[in-house]
């Protein structure tokens, strides 16, 4: 993806870290007017990022929004391929459905979409998920592992594993806990959800579109009444406002790592580190199929990211989906 005339010069204000930087050299080492990058700071200003002019000197950065944009992001960005090509909206009804689009016509692996606001998130199930403007981070990243469809149905759990990891490494004091098999809770509420799709033939995964949604930034009443008692964000719990494209560009890091070690090994690899982080494990869990309900206790996953149950009588149930309670 080109750079726009008005990231280029947003980057270039950003390298400079605090000193002035001259209209006119801006202008005459990108070929444009005095006139043209004024017309682009105004845009920047818009858009909340804040300048001091300072005479005979030029414009010195003084505040930069909490945006999702990609100059943002590739600030941070760490990686070699995932989050090289970034498709950015305002506003989108789901990332998800962007992201098919792009797979289908070829996006290339690590491709993200990423939106600071969705107006028809969806959760597994097709249920809706509350993506509020400018609070969260609402993305799909395009892969194509060299995978079987069979052993994708696990890949959920790595992501989780790699979301889990980031925040931690960002903010130590919060502990996310995987709840099997794709939300992540801190003290029992839930701040991310993560929905894996594939587009496959036969034996051949052409793509995975993992969504990945995180309340970021939302205060206790942000949330509507109906789900403030289960819903939390990384904000509330670690104190401080979250760097939203940081903690982007941390995800990717850890999604490459890990995507890469699955594909070499498998998930049994990262089965341990899962396994570390669930706060399913050990637990008594109520378990809702489409076609039944029943009770046990969670006793551990396969290789393949599926969920054991152990009944009270003893025997061994696979829990390949389903909605689970601990109860």
């Not at 945006?67 to 941070?76: D, G, K, N, R």
């Not at 962007?98 to 993200?112: F, N, R, S």
């Not at 401080?240 to 995800?251: F, G, S």
């Not at 009770?295 to 829990?319: F, P, W």
Request: aromatic letters at 6%.
């Amino acid at each position: 993806m080109s750079m726009s005339m008005k990231d280029e010069i947003l980057k270039r204000l950003l390298a400079s870290s605090g000193e002035a930087v001259s209209g006119q050299e801006l202008a005459d080492s990108l070929g444009v007017s005095r006139t043209a990058i004024w017309k682009h700071m105004q845009t920047l200003q818009e858009e909340g990022y804040t300048f001091e002019t300072v005479k005979k000197k030029g414009y010195m950065l003084t505040g930069v929004p909490n945006s999702l944009s990609p100059t943002q992001i590739e600030l941070f960005l760490n990686t070699e391929r995932f989050g090289r090509e970034i498709h950015y909206f305002d506003v989108v009804d789901s990332t998800q459905t962007i992201a098919h689009k792009l797979a289908q016509e070829g996006a290339p692996d690590g491709t993200i979409v990423i939106s600071e606001e969705q107006t028809a998130g969806r959760g597994r199930m097709a249920r809706p998920w509350e993506s509020a403007n400018g609070t969260g981070i609402w993305m799909t990243i395009i892969l194509r592992p060299d995978v079987s469809p069979q052993q994708a149905s696990s890949f959920t759990l790595v992501v989780a594993v790699a979301v889990t990891m980031a925040i931690k490494t960002l903010y130590k004091h919060v502990e996310p806990a995987i709840k099997w098999p794709n939300d992540l809770l801190i003290n029992g509420k839930k701040c991310t959800g993560i929905l894996t799709e594939m587009q496959a033939e036969a034996d051949l995964v052409q793509a995975l579109l993992v969504g990945i949604g995180i309340n970021a930034n939302q205060l206790e009443n942000d949330f509507s009444p109906d789900i403030a008692d289960i819903a939390t964000s990384l904000r509330i719990a670690a104190g401080e406002e979250i760097n939203r494209a940081a903690l982007v560009a941390t995800i990717l890091q850890y999604l490459e790592q890990f995507t890469a070690l699955y594909v070499k090994e498998g998930f049994s690899s990262i089965k341990a580190l899962w396994e570390q982080m669930s706060c399913t494990i050990g637990q008594r869990i109520e378990v809702t199929t489409l076609r039944e309900r029943f009770e046990g206790i969670a006793s551990g996953i396969t290789d393949d990211g599926v969920l054991q149950l152990t009944q009270n009588d003893g025997t061994i149930r696979t829990i390949y989906s389903g909605d689970i309670k601990i109860l």
